[in-house]
């Protein structure tokens, strides 16, 4: 089964990514743009020695996007590529708007020609957490998503 994570290099997508690795019969195909909302390094160090094929690409780009689907048949996709953070998402409510809402339109989109029929949506803003919350709602979402697949 082929699984689509965007945003696979960020902290929920690489700590999924390495658990369904361990299942041979998923193969895992990964989007990141690497952006620089937090330090891209940590990024780079996440994905070190995943098994997956990686696209260096930004979900607001359809084309690009429409190649991948073009080169595999997805089977499910997890979408986890977004903007976080609600403070600076009052600095820059475009950007959020362009990737949050149209880079989700365009897999939607892409799901629905390409016969994709599963698509799960992370799309949160925890504006008050402590570390330890953050880590509890992560285990839980990596909990959810490993049930859904
Ligand atoms: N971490 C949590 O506790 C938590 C809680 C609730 C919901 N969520 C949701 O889960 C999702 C993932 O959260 P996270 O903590 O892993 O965030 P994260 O910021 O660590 O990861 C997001 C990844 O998406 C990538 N990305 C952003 N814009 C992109 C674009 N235009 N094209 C391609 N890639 C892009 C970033 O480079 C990053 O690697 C988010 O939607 C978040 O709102 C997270």
Redesign the pocket.
């Known amino acids: 089964m082929n699984i689509l994570i ?9 700590t999924l990514a390495k658990e369904l690795s361990k299942n041979d019969s998923y193969n895992i195909i990964g ?5 620089e ?2 330090n ?1 390094e940590f ?1 780079e160090e ?1 994905i070190k020695g995943l098994k997956i094929k990686l696209y260096r ?4 780009d359809f084309d690009k996007l429409k190649e991948i689907f073009k080169e595999n048949k997805i089977d499910k996709i997890i ?6 953070g609600v403070r600076s998402s009052i600095d820059n409510p475009f950007v959020y708007e ?3 809402i149209k ?1 989700t339109l365009n897999l939607l989109e892409l799901a629905k020609d390409f016969n994709c029929k599963s698509l799960f ?6 504006s008050m ?1 402590t570390a330890k919350q ?2 509890l ?2 285990n839980w ?1 990596l909990i959810q998503f490993l049930r859904m697949v």
């Open positions: 965007t945003g696979i290099a960020g902290f929920i997508g690489n989007i990141d743009n690497f952006n909302y937090y891209p990024k996440n690409y930004d979900i607001r979408h986890l590529a977004s903007m976080v362009e990737v949050n880079g949506l992370a799309q949160a803003q925890v957490a953050r880590l709602m992560k979402m």
